[in-house]
Every structure is written in structure tokens, then in C-alpha cells.
């Protein structure tokens, strides 16, 4: 979901507005998805490397994911689509009220099944595969492609079909590398907080054009 500080800072007001902003897009594409008919959802809201950044933006950011969560009317449209909802990454490095916040969402939407909705926060695509191959290893499972699928922290869902990055970005950045590989690549110039469900109809007009061989 990239764009959000540009959108900011191209309506000179604070960058955390513009993820602000964000925060309300995404829930409004859960509906917009819900009513297409998509039936899984993954955001990626928060990368195991954006921990790198400064403590200060970090801080501003989880506080503003806390207040998502706990007050306000765009986490209750997801409420109202029926989405079941599940965080996927490392919660250990979250604050214990961020984690009590997720984990009562879970809990809340468990039975939830008109969307499921993922949200990858302290998420990182290779330290996730590492996370499967040790609990496989632990296991005494055999190492397979079915084995390490099922260990992941996607395991039970499919394998995305479109991935969409915002702003014009034509990478990855470490979202979902194994369950990726043969997913359809979207890269629309439009700053996140401007995706709507329009620009989510291009993105499902333009998948529905392309030709899936995978390979063979």
C-alpha cells in the first residue's frame, strides 16, 4: 500500500495523514473486494525491515494502528463485511496492547466468512519461510513444497492470484515470496490513499485479461 507519505506531503499535511487516509482506503476496498466477489485479502501494512526506520515514526505509526483498531468507524465497515481477520509476522516485536488488540480480533471474527482478510504487520517474506522450515525440522515432517505451505503463516489459504503495489513501485519487497511465485503483478500509478474500488475494478479488469500458463 505505497503512496501514502507522497499523498501527504502533495497536500502539506503531516505524513502520518496520509497513512491515516490509507488506513480508510483499505477498509473501504474490503467492502469493494467483498462485493466482487474476492473471497481472500492480504494488506501489507507493516514490513520486518520498516523496524529499521526511526523510533519516532515507528512509535506515531503503531499508535496510529492501535487507534484503527480500537476506535473508529472504518474498522467496523470490515466488521460489517463479515471478514474474518488474521495477522500474519513477527507479533513477538508488537506492543503487549497491540497484540491483546489483534488477538481479540481474531477471536472476534473466527467465525466470520464472507472475506478473510489478513493484515501482515512485522511481516518479512524470507524470515517467514525460515520460521516454517524450523517448525518442520522440529516436526520431523519431510521437507516439500506441500510441508513448507502448510507451516507458513498463510498456511490453510490459497496462493494469492494478483498482487497489486501502488504508487508506481515495481517490486516485492519481501511480501509473500513462496506463495507469490506464479501471482499476477499490478503496478498502478496511483497513490495508495487513492485506491478505490474503481481503481480496484481496473486492477480485476486488467487480471482478467491476462493469460495464465504457469509454465506449461
Same mark, same amino acid.
Given at each position: 500500500?505505497?503512496?501514502?507519505?507522497?499523498?501527504?506531503?502533495? +497536500?502539506?499535511?503531516?505524513?502520518?495523514?496520509?497513512?491515516?487516509?490509507?488506513?480508510?482506503?483499505?477498509?473501504?476496498?474490503?467492502?469493494?473486494?467483498? %462485493?466482487?466477489?474476492?473471497?481472500?485479502?492480504?494488506?501489507?501494512?507493516?514490513?520486518?525491515?520498516?523496524?529499521?526506520? !526511526?523510533?519516532?515514526?515507528?512509535?506515531?505509526?503503531?499508535?496510529?494502528?492501535?487507534?484503527?483498531?480500537?476506535?473508529?468507524?472504518?474498522? +467496523?465497515?470490515?466488521?460489517?463485511?463479515?471478514?474474518?481477520? +488474521?495477522?500474519?509476522?513477527?507479533?513477538?516485536?508488537?506492543?503487549?496492547?497491540?497484540?491483546?488488540?489483534?488477538?481479540?480480533?481474531?477471536?472476534?471474527?473466527?467465525?466470520?466468512?464472507?472475506?478473510?482478510? $489478513?493484515?501482515?504487520?512485522?511481516?518479512?517474506?524470507?524470515?517467514?519461510?525460515?520460521?516454517?522450515?524450523?517448525?518442520?525440522?522440529?516436526?520431523?515432517?519431510?521437507?516439500?513444497?506441500?510441508?513448507?505451505?502448510?507451516?507458513?503463516?498463510?498456511?490453510?489459504?490459497?496462493?494469492? $492470484?494478483?498482487?497489486?503495489?501502488?504508487?508506481?513501485?515495481?517490486?516485492?519487497?519481501?511480501?509473500?515470496?513462496? $506463495?507469490?511465485?506464479?501471482?499476477?503483478?499490478?503496478?498502478?500509478?496511483?497513490?495508495? !490513499?487513492?485506491? %478505490?474500488?474503481?481503481?480496484?475494478?481496473?486492477?480485476? $479488469?486488467?487480471?482478467?485479461? +491476462?493469460?495464465?500458463?504457469?509454465?506449461?
Amino acid at each position: 500500500m505505497d503512496g501514502n507519505a507522497t499523498w501527504a506531503l502533495a +497536500r502539506s499535511v503531516p505524513p502520518m495523514s496520509g497513512y491515516a487516509a490509507g488506513m480508510k482506503a483499505a477498509s473501504n476496498i474490503v467492502v469493494a473486494a467483498k %462485493d466482487f466477489g474476492i473471497e481472500y485479502l492480504t494488506f501489507y501494512v507493516f514490513s520486518s525491515e520498516n523496524w529499521g526506520r !526511526p523510533k519516532p515514526w515507528i512509535s506515531d505509526f503503531m499508535d496510529l494502528v492501535i487507534k484503527f483498531l480500537k476506535n473508529g468507524e472504518d474498522i +467496523r465497515k470490515v466488521l460489517d463485511a463479515g471478514a474474518r481477520v +488474521r495477522i500474519i509476522g513477527d507479533r513477538e516485536r508488537l506492543s503487549s496492547e497491540l497484540q491483546k488488540t489483534i488477538e481479540a480480533y481474531e477471536v472476534m471474527t473466527k467465525d466470520n466468512s464472507a472475506i478473510f482478510v $489478513q493484515l501482515a504487520v512485522s511481516y518479512g517474506g524470507r524470515d517467514e519461510i525460515v520460521s516454517a522450515a524450523k517448525k518442520i525440522a522440529a516436526s520431523g515432517l519431510e521437507f516439500t513444497e506441500e510441508s513448507i505451505s502448510a507451516h507458513l503463516d498463510t498456511g490453510g489459504i490459497p496462493d494469492p $492470484q494478483l498482487v497489486i503495489r501502488t504508487s508506481n513501485k515495481h517490486r516485492l519487497s519481501n511480501f509473500l515470496p513462496w $506463495q507469490t511465485t506464479y501471482s499476477e503483478l499490478y503496478f498502478p500509478d496511483v497513490l495508495w !490513499p487513492d485506491f %478505490d474500488a474503481a481503481e480496484l475494478d481496473k486492477a480485476i $479488469q486488467e487480471f482478467a485479461r +491476462r493469460k495464465r500458463t504457469y509454465g506449461k
